[in-house]
């Protein structure tokens, strides 16, 4: 078994700032890529976020020079700064990761159980 479980959500005013956190813990060998997605009311979810096991990022255009992802293999936890935030960015986010549980054996991908983010005066 392999759980994901995100902190850091809640209600921040235009301009502020969050960082939401995201640990796997369970039967894990390795994790392979990391992400951040995000779903809005009446919206589908889309990826917000993207880092390898190696450290190569990417960003929805939408986020970009505002969010930070980062990750702590030790700690099996990844990370999204979230700078400069808007209304716009309201929405549930999920974290998702791509995780191995014995050597050989083909990554599966997990997801956490999502954080509000509310973005509003």
């Known amino acids: 078994q392999v759980h994901l479980v995100e902190s850091g959500g809640g209600l921040v005013q235009p301009g502020g700032s969050l960082r939401l956190s995201c640990v796997a813990s369970g039967n894990i060998f390795s994790i392979d890529a990391m992400a951040w997605h995000r779903q809005a009311p009446g919206k589908a979810r889309e990826l917000v976020a993207s880092i390898s096991s190696g450290g190569t990022t990417n960003y929805a255009d939408s986020v970009k020079g505002r969010f930070t992802i980062s990750r702590d293999n030790a700690k099996n936890t990844v990370y999204l700064q979230m700078n400069s935030l808007k209304p716009e960015d309201t929405a549930v986010y999920y974290c998702?990761?791509?995780?191995?549980?014995?050597?050989?054996?083909?990554?599966?991908?997990?997801w956490g159980q999502g954080t509000q983010v509310t973005v509003s005066s």
């Open positions: 998702n990761a791509d995780i191995r549980s014995r050597p050989l054996f083909a990554a599966r991908p997990y």
